[in-house]
């Protein structure tokens, strides 16, 4: 497992700013996602995130409006720019564990920021 | 698109066994099958996944068909603790950064 922590736990933002979430990890770890949960839907995978290399965004999101920082293995960081009310959901950090010589991978999520854009 | 599809919603009493079930008809030979749990909005807990055996840890038991087309996460004493959203996950197990699609889920009321 990781002890994957994030800032802030949650904020309320006005329309028109910018906040940036950050993800910590206790562990080196090569692969970083971003997910939004918006309000009571499901998790979708924003970004993944590889240390030394840019972003790689899923298809509906744009490095304009989420951009994205990975300076070492240890530490990720999202934007949320020039917000509005639609962006309001929980915005999670998850990394990849496993592999190693293991027959697989698995995924372990942050706790998560709950942002309200008003 | 998610790849599974399960119940939205179940019960269960406390103490009992909980079945959550997961259809995945189409999953691929290199897929494995994962399942995550969410409490009340916070970060997605992993429980457990397997490939074609069944695998049991400290939290559950993964049952997979010999077919591969479905599977069943036991929760073999549930708690009140255990009210969550169930998610069935079917992707491949490496390389690194392969996306976990989450669909709605199954969403377990234990009751007491």
């Known amino acids: 497992s990781a002890v994957i922590s994030q800032k802030p736990s949650r904020d309320i933002c006005q329309r028109g700013t910018s906040l940036t979430i950050q993800c910590q990890v206790d562990?080196?770890?090569?692969?970083m996602f971003w997910y939004r949960q918006q309000p009571g839907q499901s998790l979708t995978l924003i970004a993944t995130a590889n240390q030394g290399s840019e972003a790689t965004y899923e298809s509906g999101f744009v490095i304009d409006k989420f951009p994205i920082s990975r300076p070492n293995l240890t530490f990720s960081t999202l934007t949320v720019s020039n917000m509005s009310p639609e962006d309001s959901s929980i915005y999670l950090c998850?990394?990849?564990?496993?592999?190693?010589?293991?027959?697989?991978?698995?995924?372990?999520f942050g706790p998560g920021t709950r942002l309200t854009v008003l | 698109d998610a790849k599974t599809t399960q119940p939205p919603s179940m019960d269960c009493a406390e103490g009992r066994a909980a079945n959550l079930p997961c259809n995945h008809s189409t999953i691929s030979g290199n897929e494995y099958v994962y399942w995550y749990r969410q409490i009340h909005s916070q970060g997605p807990q992993y429980i457990i996944h397997?490939?074609?055996n069944n695998e049991t840890n400290e939290m559950a038991s993964l049952i997979i068909t010999e077919d591969r087309k479905s599977s069943t996460l036991i929760l073999p004493h549930a708690t009140l603790r255990d009210t969550a959203v169930y998610y069935c996950?079917?992707?491949?197990?490496?390389?690194?950064?392969?996306?976990?699609?989450f669909g709605p889920g199954t969403r377990l009321s234990v009751l007491p």
């Open positions: 562990s080196q770890v090569t692969m």
């Open positions: 996950i079917v992707r491949v197990g490496l390389p690194y950064g392969q996306n976990f699609v």
């Open positions: 998850s990394v990849e564990l496993g592999g190693r010589g293991g027959p697989s991978t698995w995924q372990f």
């Open positions: 397997g490939l074609k």
